[in-house]
């Protein structure tokens, strides 16, 4: 399991959030404004795992406190499996 669900209550949350609307991931296709509608990973790999399996970019890893002044956010580089184009030289 990778995620855990819709919690609250938990001392510090897992979520991912889009860079550009600062939406919360709920599930695949479905974004919120509210951090408590937010899927909670498990860790900040299998958030990562989950972006590069389903092909999400563009997000930022939020680790959310109960007190947002602690909150943590972090960007998420996903690397393109495809080789890079080779150099042509003239």
């Not at 399991?1 to 600062?22: N, V």
């Not at 404004?33 to 563009?58: G, Q, R």
């Not at 007190?67 to 890079?84: A, F, G, K, L």
């Amino acid at each position: 399991m990778r995620f855990r669900g819709h919690s609250q209550g938990s001392d510090m949350r897992i979520l991912l959030q889009q860079k550009e609307t600062g939406l919360y991931f709920r599930d695949v296709g479905s974004w919120d404004a509210n951090p408590f509608e937010a899927m909670d990973f498990l860790s900040s790999t299998a958030a990562i795992d989950f972006c590069v399996s389903n092909k999400i970019s563009n997000v930022q890893l939020v680790l959310k406190f109960d007190e947002q002044r602690y909150d943590i956010v972090m960007p998420v580089q996903i690397q393109s499996s495809e080789p890079p184009e080779s150099r042509k030289t003239a």
